[in-house]
């Protein structure tokens, strides 16, 4: 074990996405989440960040709800072009695999993403006293939508970060966390809280077994542990039936799903700390941090998952989308 470290937020998930345009519908005028901004992205720097080959592109997009300092992240790579998602692709199987964003009004969203083909997956359950489902976004990663409203803190996060309802049906929503299906569950727990330093957390409702059945999966048996980043929990799971199934070998970020996640820190210092402390444990930087307020590298986990640790100082929120966009809302047509 190693010594104390700030526990970092868990501020961002990333996906790499087959339909930039589909996937930010999605997750705006469905889900609730405000446009944020995005970059073209091409060259060395992409390229090496990602080790994606000597010349890669994408477009980059961001959307946000009512956190401040965490986000979503949208990559469509145009070159090289990413694999589509596997047909037989379940939750179960190793990486990145599924989201839970906790929503004002369950029922509302669920009808917004039934009239564009998204259904739930399973039953609806009610767990802690608020309903959840489980459906496929548009890029096949399972989100688990949760019917728990928008806290006082949230409102005041809200506020902090200049993010406006749409409309009476569609408030800013909260992630609430992401998942890792993993082989080792005692050694990814070493990793992502011994090393990472987040912190292990008790929640009933999440170790629930029975909870497997949102996506399809009811009968599942798993092994689960949750541990807090900041405002975002990351789940570690590990399935035993049915096990998971590896990555294959020549698996690439650029591949449709879910790409990585990213820790930070707003303090340099503090990521300078974390990163000394991953390289020690045998992690590989895919880039260099050169001095400055702001750093960021792609790293990855025991067990081969990618992520990402960043500093961001809270000025440059609006120049790395962690700030929405003024006069775009859901559902705000810009046609005559």
Do not use: K
Request: proline share 9%; net charge negative.
């Amino acid at each position: 074990m190693i010594g104390p470290l700030p526990e970092p937020q868990l501020a961002q998930v990333a996906w790499a996405v087959r339909d930039l345009t589909r996937t930010c519908r999605f997750y705006t005028e469905v889900v609730g989440f405000r446009r944020a901004g995005g970059r073209l992205l091409w060259g060395p720097g992409l390229s090496i960040l990602q080790d994606l080959g000597p010349d890669a592109e994408a477009i980059l997009w961001w959307v946000v709800g009512s956190q401040a300092f965490v986000q979503l992240e949208f990559f469509a790579h145009s070159r090289p072009a990413g694999r589509a998602r596997p047909s037989d692709a379940r939750p179960s199987d190793l990486g990145w695999s599924r989201v839970r964003i906790g929503v004002a009004d369950l029922g509302a969203v669920l009808a917004r993403a039934s009239a564009r083909g998204h259904r739930p997956l399973g039953p609806i359950q009610t767990r802690a006293g608020f309903p959840s489902a489980a459906l496929c976004d548009p890029d096949g990663v399972v989100v688990e939508l949760v019917g728990d409203g928008a806290d006082a803190a949230d409102r005041r996060d809200a506020e902090r970060s200049g993010v406006e309802s749409a409309g009476p049906d569609i408030a800013p929503p909260v992630l609430r966390s992401v998942t890792l299906s993993v082989g080792d569950l005692e050694r990814a727990s070493r990793f992502w809280t011994g090393v990472c330093g987040l912190r292990p957390r008790d929640d009933r409702a999440l170790l629930d077994p029975s909870r497997e059945a949102l996506w399809g999966m009811a009968g599942a048996r798993r092994e689960l542990l949750v541990a807090r980043g900041g405002a975002v929990d990351l789940e570690l799971v590990h399935y035993l039936d049915p096990p998971g199934r590896p990555r294959p070998p020549d698996h690439r970020l650029c591949d449709q799903g879910l790409l990585n996640v990213a820790l930070a820190y707003r303090d340099r210092e503090q990521f300078d700390a974390l990163h000394a402390r991953l390289l020690a444990a045998g992690c590989r930087a895919s880039v260099s941090c050169p001095p400055g307020p702001f750093a960021s590298t792609y790293l990855q986990d025991v067990e081969g998952n990618s992520f990402e640790i960043f500093a961001c100082p809270e000025d440059h929120d609006p120049l790395l989308g962690f700030v929405p966009e003024a006069g775009f809302a859901p559902g705000v047509r810009l046609d005559p």
